[in-house]
């Protein structure tokens, strides 16, 4: 139930990124500008910690509407780790151990990746490398997800515990390659109750970009819409025309299929990572960000194309966020084996279920 | 421009338990019945199965008591309804009339309709179809040219009915009909002038002939009326209202499971040639397609909800349509590339026969009830474009 503080922080934080991220912000983070001045604006406002209890610090709203934050952010193509950063303390509060002040992340998002974590006397020692960590650069800690003897745990790096190598999805947002090697105390190092794996942080962070994605292809869809309403060939605007009309249903459609999915994705990890919904979003989501993309770049035609219009800043976050926390072969081959295990008589009885 | 919502559908819980029933039923009723029938979807033809559903309760669900009805609620009819879809049940004897002749009588109807046909409906003894295309009048429903006059007869004042109606399906098998036609002014007055009317198909005057659709199959009729006289009170609702009547009745036909479950069979009988351990490629690709319609099913439920509220969703129930029409239709072509089977309507092979039946079938489902152009442009209507 979406409660008057969950109200007000979607609220606050519609007013925000309205405000805050403007085509010269988008601009500047394109040029490779961290937007510190933005960033700390949105920690007095205290939107990265809309995932963190009220014991440990947070507000307490409802997870759904926390998550939704994520949606009002990827519409906005906020170049902020919104979603790390809730991520990163989400788990750091589950974990009982102290928030990190400042941006965060997580390690490892890569399946493949994995980081050792082993005692060394009373406290303990991280080592290995962690691939295409969202934010790594500007982070001031790190939430890492490793296991010690067969358990789950969460360490709190803080900066300077890692050396960082550059690198960039295609929207020009930091995916950075870290390496550890670092001493760590006791106290940051605890492990994770319930149930909570690698698996269960990357299903969390698919969810996250569904939510972007989904957010990204409506904001797509309005500014579309709005261009064809606008733009003026052969004596009347591009709305006008037919197959202009039938190309936007087919991204209107999409973007309602993307919605739904990732409504259904952060319900089911609120209810305690159900993992079709979780599935069925990222790969949903991924389809209907490739076509949402191409129809918009067609309707706005070689002007869509530029540095200066302001489309690219969208869709080429709608190419990059459908290849993190899991693509469509990831997620597609988790939901068929799923299905497969079921067998033919219980496939609708897994869909009613899901 | 506002993004269209679909808000979460409502909880439903509490409805498992007459889900575990349904599918009890089901798995009773139909454990004779093979995949290829199955595949017919909601086009199998069973008065017998349509006869039990009624004595189960489950005709007329949302309906009040005094009809025959059941006052359950809309949610607790999708359930039933996805169930009955999903498992290939034999529907078409009592599935346009609990749909949508049955709450365009509730809505629209004298009391006297709805004493006398809704409780038979109910009890799935009652067969409707639905009289709306011509042969000059497909998607532009608008220019019907079927009329129907006032006249004085012997007994009081009727109506007279001249006019050809072409795809209707089961007429052949049914009881009733809703006919939409034309009251007043001509063609160039569109919408203006069209009314609804309850038909009795054994009215003198009226002539049923098949159209054999391209599987060899017959559900489509052409149904003639050569001044066939209905009785004055044969109308439904109000003289010249018949435009607004018939597009309240689309919002249910065009959002509700039945609009993405058509392959249903096909795809369990995919994951069933498939077997337990299919390769990358295809539990990739059955992967994909069961996300798909877990979005579906979620759309099509959050229309259920605000149907249930209330209100009036034609654009989301549009959306719905024009989606899952694509994955029905895209299921066939999939199952196609992932087995080496070839689609033979008499193959022994039940996947065989029932991805022919699909293959041959799938080029409807983005014609019946509004073709996929006409639900495009209702949706860009809906983005402010028309």
Redesign the interface.
């Known amino acids: 139930m979406t409660s008057d503080t969950s109200r007000i922080l979607v609220d606050t934080a519609q007013r925000f990124f309205a405000d805050r991220i403007t085509p010269e912000a988008l601009h500047r983070a394109d040029a490779g500008e961290w937007l510190a001045d933005v960033w700390a604006a949105a920690d007095d406002l205290g939107l990265p910690l809309a995932l963190v209890p009220e014991e440990a610090g947070g507000f307490g709203v409802d997870m759904v509407d926390a998550l939704g934050l994520i949606r009002i952010a990827g519409a906005a193509a906020a170049p902020l780790p919104l979603a790390e950063t809730m991520l990163a303390s989400w788990l750091l509060a589950k974990a009982g151990l102290e928030l990190i002040a400042g941006p965060a992340s997580v390690a490892p998002v890569l399946a493949d990746d994995r980081l050792e974590l082993t005692r060394e006397g009373r406290g303990w020692r991280l080592t290995g490398s962690a691939q295409r960590v969202p934010w790594g650069r500007v982070a001031a800690g790190i939430a890492v997800m490793a296991e010690h003897d067969g358990v789950p745990h969460v360490a709190r790096i803080d900066a300077g515990g890692w050396t960082t190598e550059n690198a960039a999805n295609l929207a020009g947002e930091p995916r950075d390659t870290l390496r550890f090697d670092v001493r760590l105390d006791a106290a940051t190092v605890a492990p994770v109750p319930d149930g909570i794996d690698g698996t269960a942080l990357r299903a969390v962070g698919a969810t996250m970009r569904s939510l972007a994605l989904a957010g990204a292809i409506?904001r797509v869809?309005?500014l579309t819409?709005?261009y064809?309403?606008e733009r003026v060939q052969f004596g009347r605007t591009l709305?006008?025309f037919?197959a202009?009309?039938?190309s936007?249903?087919?991204l209107?459609?999409q973007?309602?299929?993307a919605?739904?999915?990732a409504?259904?994705a952060a319900?089911a990890v609120a209810e305690g990572f159900r993992p079709?919904?979780i599935?069925?979003?990222k790969?949903?989501c991924g389809?209907a960000a490739g076509i949402a993309a191409s129809i918009a770049h067609q309707v706005h035609g070689a002007i869509g194309f530029t540095q200066e219009h302001s489309l690219h800043h969208l869709t080429r976050r709608l190419w990059a966020w459908r290849e993190e926390f899991g693509n469509?072969?990831v997620?597609?081959?988790?939901?068929?084996?799923?299905?497969?295990?079921a067998?033919?008589?219980g496939?609708?009885p897994?869909?009613?279920a899901? | 421009?506002h993004?269209?919502v679909?808000p979460?559908p409502p909880v439903t819980a509490r409805t498992e338990a007459l889900?575990a029933e349904v599918r009890d039923f089901l798995k009773t009723e139909l454990a004779d019945r093979p995949p290829r029938l199955r595949a017919d979807s909601w086009n199998g033809f069973d008065a017998g199965f349509s006869r039990k559903m009624g004595e189960r309760g489950w005709i007329g669900m949302t309906w009040p008591k005094r009809y025959g009805g059941h006052e359950r609620s809309a949610l607790e009819r999708y359930v039933v309804l996805?169930e009955v879809l999903?498992?290939g049940a034999p529907v078409a004897a009592h599935w346009i009339a609990d749909r949508q002749s049955g709450p365009l009588l509730l809505k629209n109807g004298t009391e006297e309709q709805r004493q006398s046909i809704l409780p038979r409906i109910a009890a799935g003894d009652c067969t409707f179809c639905i009289g709306m295309s011509e042969p000059d009048s497909g998607s532009d429903l608008a220019a019907v040219r079927t009329r129907a006059v006032p006249v004085q007869g012997v007994g009081g004042g009727g109506w007279r009915v001249n006019g050809t109606k072409l795809w209707t399906t089961y007429a052949h098998h049914a009881h009733y009909m809703i006919l939409f036609c034309r009251t007043d002014g001509g063609t160039e007055d569109r919408q203006g002038g069209t009314s609804q009317f309850l038909v009795d198909l054994k009215t003198p005057g009226i002539t049923i002939r098949p159209v054999l659709d391209m599987t060899g199959a017959h559900h489509f009729n052409e149904v003639v009326f050569e001044d066939a006289l209905l009785p004055d009170d044969a109308l439904i609702g109000q003289r010249g209202e018949g435009w607004a009547q018939v597009m309240g009745e689309l919002a249910y036909e065009r959002s509700g499971p039945e609009r993405f479950l058509s392959s249903?069979t096909l795809?369990?009988?995919l994951?069933?040639a498939?077997?337990?351990?299919?390769s990358?490629h295809?539990?990739?690709?059955?992967?994909?397609l069961?996300?798909?319609?877990?979005?579906?099913?979620?759309?099509s439920r959050?229309v259920a909800g605000m149907l249930e509220n209330g209100g009036n969703p034609a654009l989301?129930a549009a959306?719905v349509k024009?989606?899952g029409a694509l994955f029905e239709q895209e299921i066939p072509e999939i199952a196609r590339q992932l087995v080496e089977a070839e689609p033979d309507l008499q193959a022994t092979r039940e996947f065989s026969a029932v991805l022919a039946k699909l293959v041959m079938n799938a080029p409807s489902f983005s014609l019946r009830g509004g073709t996929r152009?006409i639900?495009?442009?209702i949706?860009?209507r809906?983005?402010?474009?028309?």
């Open positions: 409506d869809l309005a819409t709005h064809a309403g709305g006008k037919q202009i009309q039938q936007l249903a087919v209107a459609g973007a309602a299929a919605g739904a999915a409504d259904a319900e079709l919904p599935a069925a979003a790969v949903r389809e469509e072969a997620w597609n081959r988790i939901i068929g084996r799923h299905v497969a295990a067998g033919a008589d496939l609708w897994l869909v009613t899901a | 421009m993004s269209i679909f979460p889900r996805e999903a498992a249903m795809l369990t009988e994951v069933r498939l077997g337990d351990a299919p990358d295809a539990a990739m690709a059955v992967g994909r069961t996300a798909h319609l877990l979005v579906l099913r979620r759309l959050s989301q959306l024009d989606l152009e639900l495009r442009g949706i860009a809906g983005l402010g474009l028309r």
